[in-house]
């Protein structure tokens, strides 16, 4: 069986191969971040969307969490992010409750981590400023002082850490256009840089490709192969399971409110412990 993940990884490698960043690992300040799911269970209006959720996301891995359209997926990776309080159990970052913390270090967990979202999410502004957007965020002088970033620029840097970020995505040539002209393509792979560009430790991917052509695709797959080679955490949301097979090192299958599977990509899908995710990779539930 050949490695799906042994492809060249595109514009996205060859980027962060020419920038000299390929394999670059958090400072020496920093400590990784691994944030960790357990016992999660989420519903809404007293109807459950998941229960008893468990998933780690380590640094410089990538775990897939693969399900049918509703299964939760963008619910759980919005708790993952700190948007909601969970109905029970806890997402701990480094081994801390996150809703333990003080908002203040929350919000700190919160600049570690970059996401991309389902749908068009840019702001209406030039690409450039769009990719610019979290360095100037994170680039406080209180921030640059006492958090725990991997990078944090100077204002002045700015400019170049945001193109280096849209190089590695192919798009730092339309830097002046504005976010509005985009295709649907390019604006993902805009989204995706503004989430690259301040190097955060765990990134989060909701359906990033959903709707994107097979040039796009690869790109944005590139971009997250890169992500993992630099040591970022990655959890990516697809119903797409080749695109989790290409990958991702973990799956995760979410299906009818649980996890009913997590482990290794290759055995997940090669030889899958549960007759319903042997059913649901083989494309034989129908929801
Ligand atoms: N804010 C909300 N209020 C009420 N119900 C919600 C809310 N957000 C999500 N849901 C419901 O929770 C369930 C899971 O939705 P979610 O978007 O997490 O699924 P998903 O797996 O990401 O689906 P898709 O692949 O279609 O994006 C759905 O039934 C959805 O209608």
């Not at 969307?49 to 897939?64: H, K, Q, T």
């Not at 430790?201 to 630099?230: H, K, W, Y």
Request: negative net charge; hydrophobic residues 40%; charged residues 30%.
């Amino acid at each position: 069986m050949s490695d799906p993940r042994g492809e060249a990884d595109g514009a996205a490698g060859d980027a962060a191969r020419a920038n000299g960043r390929e394999g670059e690992r958090p400072s020496a300040t920093t400590e990784g971040l691994r944030l960790e799911a357990r016992g999660l269970t989420h519903g809404f209006d007293g109807d459950a969307v998941f229960a008893d959720v468990d998933l780690s996301v380590e640094p410089g891995d990538v775990v897939a969490v693969v399900g049918p359209s509703g299964a939760g997926k963008t619910t759980l990776l919005r708790l993952l992010a700190c948007f909601e309080t969970p109905s029970a159990g806890v997402v701990t970052a480094n081994g801390r409750d996150v809703w333990e913390l003080s908002d203040e270090e929350r919000l700190r967990v919160r600049r570690r981590l970059g996401m991309v979202f389902q749908h068009r999410s840019l702001f209406s502004a030039t690409v450039g400023q769009n990719a610019a957007y979290g360095l100037r965020v994170r680039s406080s002088w209180r921030e640059r002082v006492e958090s725990s970033l991997r990078k944090v620029v100077g204002r002045h840097e700015i400019p170049r850490a945001a193109t280096d970020a849209l190089e590695t995505v192919g798009m730092a040539e339309k830097a002046d256009r504005h976010a509005a002209s985009l295709s649907g393509g390019e604006a993902q792979r805009v989204a995706i840089a503004r989430a690259l560009a301040p190097d955060p430790d765990v990134l989060l991917f909701d359906e990033p490709t959903s709707n994107l052509d097979p040039r796009n695709t690869a790109i944005v797959e590139g971009a997250i192969r890169a992500a993992r080679g630099r040591g970022m955490g990655v959890c990516l949301a697809t119903h797409d399971m080749q695109q989790a097979r290409r990958v991702s090192d973990r799956t995760a299958v979410l299906l009818g409110g649980e996890v009913i599977e997590c482990g290794p990509t290759e055995r997940v899908f090669e030889a899958p412990e549960d007759d319903r995710t042997r059913d649901f990779v083989a494309g034989e539930l129908v929801y």
